[in-house]
């Protein structure tokens, strides 16, 4: 009997397609000297030294990859101030209005799972992205 690796299962492929996603929206975020501004507090940091954080916490598989909510923010605001809520959700309000956040905190509660194929191709396309936006895999 073939062991299944551990590469291969929905856990590890998910935090894989992470993985890219963040690259991807960094590296898309970023201007020509490599510099992302955090959506939060407005820091200018090189791409490499911003996360890609969520306007609804959580990390539930409904928004997990659901970039409408997915943005530049330095570490400080993203981990060591929660996320910065407040200011997330006025960025998002103004940017792309009110209805854009009711609907990611609706859909935060949605259970949604992957298949393995459907991961697969989205760190297929992530790739892609990146590639595109200058960066290396």
Same mark, same amino acid.
């Given at each position: ?22 690259? +991807? ?7 020509? @000297?490599?510099?992302?501004?955090? $959506?939060?507090?407005?820091? %200018? =940091? ?39 809520? +407040? ?7 103004? @940017?792309?209005?009110?209805?854009? $956040?009711?609907?990611?905190? %609706? =859909? ?30």
């Amino acid at each position: 009997m073939k062991r299944k690796s551990k590469r291969d299962s929905i856990s590890s492929l998910k935090k894989k397609a992470w993985k890219f996603l963040s690259k +991807a929206i960094r590296l898309e975020a970023a201007d020509k @000297n490599g510099q992302c501004k955090c $959506v939060t507090c407005g820091k %200018q =940091k090189p791409w490499k030294e911003i996360q890609a954080g969520h306007l609804v916490s959580g990390r539930t598989n409904g928004v997990l990859f659901d970039e409408r909510g997915i943005f530049p923010q330095c570490y400080a605001c993203n981990v060591c101030r929660q996320g910065m809520g +407040a200011e997330y959700t006025l960025f998002i309000i103004e @940017n792309y209005g009110q209805g854009l $956040v009711d609907e990611l905190i %609706q =859909k935060r509660r949605e259970a949604v799972s992957f298949t393995k194929e459907e991961l697969k191709e989205m760190i297929e396309g992530y790739k892609v992205r990146i590639k595109e936006a200058g960066g290396t895999l």
